[in-house]
Nanobody, 123 residues
Framework: QVQLVESGGGLVQAGGSLRLSCAASGRTLSYYSMGWFRQAPGKEREFVAT????????NYADPVKGRFSISRDNAKNTVYLQMNSLKPEDTAVYYCAARSGTDSTIQYAYPYWGQGTQVTVSS
């Protein structure tokens, strides 16, 4: 099993940047494909980005393409989400998730989740 802890959230003005981190403990992170998801108030949790075990392939939701970048450092057991040009509609709780095997955009495919970190973008 793996335990996940997100950090790096906060309050930022529109147009600003934040970098989220997801630190893993337990089983080595390189065993897992990773995903970032987010949930805004009153909305369903949605896919943001995924990255394969080696980091060789990434996938992004259309609303964040060109603005967000997912990466990983398996030596540090950490996954990152760099968020640039933030918009008020990016306001949400952001979660990282892990699954063995190939990456997936479907949240129910991920058995391991962090507790989430709040990102608030003011206009």
């Amino acid at each position: 099993q793996v335990q996940l802890v997100e950090s790096g959230g906060g309050l930022v003005q529109a147009g600003g940047s934040l970098r989220l981190s997801c630190a893993a403990s337990g089983r080595t992170l390189s065993y897992y494909s990773m995903g970032w998801f987010r949930q805004a108030p009153g909305k369903e949790r949605e896919f943001v980005a995924t990255i394969t075990q080696s980091g060789g392939s990434t996938n992004y939701a259309d609303p964040v393409k060109g603005r967000f970048s997912i990466s990983r450092d398996n030596a540090k057991n950490t996954v990152y989400l760099q968020m640039n040009s933030l918009k008020p509609e990016d306001t949400a709780v952001y979660y990282c998730a892990a699954r063995s095997g190939t990456d997936s955009t479907i949240q129910y495919a991920y058995p391991y989740w962090g507790q989430g970190t709040q990102v608030t973008v003011s206009s």
